[in-house]
C-alpha cells in the first residue's frame, strides 16, 4: 500500500531554518501532485505549499517568500525547505499525496512536528 514517512520536524528559533522530507513507497510517486499542510492547535489544517505531477508550486500567503517546495521523482521525496521561521508557523506538518480524477486517490503522512520557540 501507499506510505509516505516525514521526516526533519523540531525545535528552531525565530529567524531559523528547517527542510522536511516526506518519502513515498509502494505506488508511483511522479504521478501525484503533493502538498505540505499543516494545523496549528486549535486550528483547522491548511495547505502551506503544493507542487503538481509537473513542477508548478503554489503556497499559502503567509508562508510565500520563506518556504520552497521541490520534489525528486528520482527519490520519490518531497521536500519543504522552511526559512525565516516564526512562532506561527508552530504546527504539525502533514505531506499529501493526490491523483486521479478528483484526486480521488489521495494519502497522508503521519505528521512530523515544527515547533518555533526561543
Known amino acids: 500500500q501507499v506510505q509516505l514517512v516525514e521526516s526533519g520536524g523540531g525545535l528552531v528559533q525565530p529567524g531559523g531554518s528547517l527542510r522536511l522530507s516526506c518519502a513515498m513507497s509502494?505506488?508511483?510517486?511522479?504521478?501525484?501532485?503533493m502538498g505540505w499542510y499543516r494545523q496549528a492547535p486549535g486550528k483547522q489544517r491548511e495547505l502551506a505549499a503544493a507542487i503538481t505531477a509537473g513542477g508548478s508550486t503554489n503556497y499559502a500567503d503567509s508562508v510565500k517568500g520563506r518556504f520552497t517546495i521541490s520534489r525528486d521523482n528520482a527519490k520519490n521525496t518531497v521536500f519543504l525547505q522552511m526559512n525565516s521561521l516564526k512562532p506561527e508557523d508552530t504546527a504539525v506538518y502533514y505531506c499529501n499525496a493526490k491523483a486521479g480524477l478528483g484526486g480521488a486517490w489521495s494519502y497522508w503522512g503521519q505528521g512530523t512536528q515544527v515547533t518555533v520557540s526561543s
Open positions: 509502494g505506488s508511483i510517486f511522479r504521478i501525484y501532485d
